[in-house]
């Protein structure tokens, strides 16, 4: 079968059998000879074309590009691809493919101006490099149903333009309840290297944790200056760290403190495990300048090193000054100096332990 061009009758022109006789012989014999389905390139002499064939079209020399009128653009899924140490993208079956196994990929083939978006199903290591060009300019370590885009630049280059995982290019991270996160962790970078994030999810719990700092440029060592492991459940930083709020200052939030009420007498020991609250006194009778009896405030929290912060929460008109002797693993002796005259008094007083160190 051959393609040509029909004539083109203007208004009032007379139709003779002999013009349609011609136009189908072109038909017939003229123009360019293909096969359908399509197996070779053909101009079509700006006509419009509609095809539906089953192999490849290759449109080349079209200056101004494709345009769809109505209707979507619709490519189907490629066949799964092996991962491997290089993997040809350029030879996918469709633009869109599965990517299986857990074979680390350190680079990718494909042709400039190409695109693909690859959908991961198990975990393996993307290595960044010069060639294969990470959004996070860091190794990314994916994660079943991941996935990204690649673009094929020129010189062999290819560009992940985008990665949809808990892996991101200073973005949001939405982690589930039940997420699993890769053993080696996540790296999060903004576009300077300002800041980073790293997220620790090894097995081991003296490694789970996250831990913030900077990473001048890519493939700088990681300088942390916040950290959380689960083996230590503090925060640690080796930054100040302040508060510029005027209504919110850094102390304990609700469900660190406690309260414990002497009995007997003001020389009777008493036992409270938080980090902060209120000792209610015995009533007692008080000689003005002298220590009453000390008592010992067991608390497990304390050890040696800590300071003791103490105020006076409740003491009718007295005024006490309070004050520790010894300080010990679990416990501090706590004594008493009316400073106002003699009387009896419920003293009560507030407490808070500080974490301090000698070196």
Excluded at 39 to 58: A, C, E, K, M, P
Excluded at 134 to 152: C, H, K, Q, R
Excluded at 186 to 195: T, V
Excluded at 338 to 348: D, H, I, K, R, Y
């Amino acid at each position: 079968m051959a393609i040509s061009r029909l004539h083109v009758f203007s208004a009032g022109e007379v139709l003779l059998a002999s013009d349609l006789n011609s136009e189908f012989n072109n038909i017939l014999t003229g123009g360019t000879l293909v096969g359908f389905p399509l197996t070779q390139s053909v101009s079509f002499g700006g006509f419009t074309t509609y095809w539906d064939v089953g192999s490849t079209i290759g449109i080349t020399g079209v200056a101004n590009g494709i345009s769809l009128t109505g209707g979507a653009f619709n490519t189907a899924q490629g066949a799964d691809i092996a991962s491997a140490s290089t993997i040809n993208l350029d030879t996918a079956t469709g633009n869109t493919v599965d990517v299986t196994g857990t074979t680390t990929i350190t680079a990718i083939t494909l042709s400039a101006g190409r695109h693909r978006y690859v959908r991961f199903t198990g975990a393996l290591t993307l290595t960044n490099g010069a060639s294969l060009v990470l959004p996070t300019a860091a190794n990314i370590v994916t994660v079943s149903g991941d996935y990204a885009l690649f673009i094929g630049y020129g010189g062999g280059v290819v560009r992940c333009a985008n990665y949809a995982g808990p892996t991101v290019n200073a973005g949001l991270i939405k982690v589930g309840a039940d997420t699993v996160l890769p053993s080696n962790g996540y790296n999060i970078s903004g576009p300077s290297y300002g800041g980073a994030i790293e997220l620790r999810a090894n097995t081991s719990t003296t490694s789970r944790g996250f831990r913030l700092g900077v990473r001048d440029t890519p493939g700088t060592t990681f300088t942390p200056h916040i950290t959380f492991l689960d083996s230590d459940p503090t925060i640690r930083v080796d930054c100040g760290l302040t508060s510029s709020s005027p209504t919110l200052g850094i102390g304990y939030a609700t469900g660190a403190g406690g309260t414990v009420t002497q009995t007997t007498n003001i020389g009777t020991a008493v036992t409270l495990n938080t980090m902060c609250g209120k000792i209610n006194c015995v009533s007692t009778t008080y000689t003005n300048l002298v220590p009453a009896g000390n008592f010992i405030f067991n608390n497990s929290n304390i050890v040696i090193g800590d300071v003791i912060l103490f105020t006076i929460a409740s003491a009718g008109n007295a005024a006490f000054n309070i004050g520790t002797t010894i300080l010990t693993t679990g416990s501090c002796t706590i004594f008493l100096l009316p400073l106002s005259g003699n009387g009896t008094f419920t003293v009560a007083f507030n407490f808070a332990i500080i974490k301090a160190v000698a070196a």
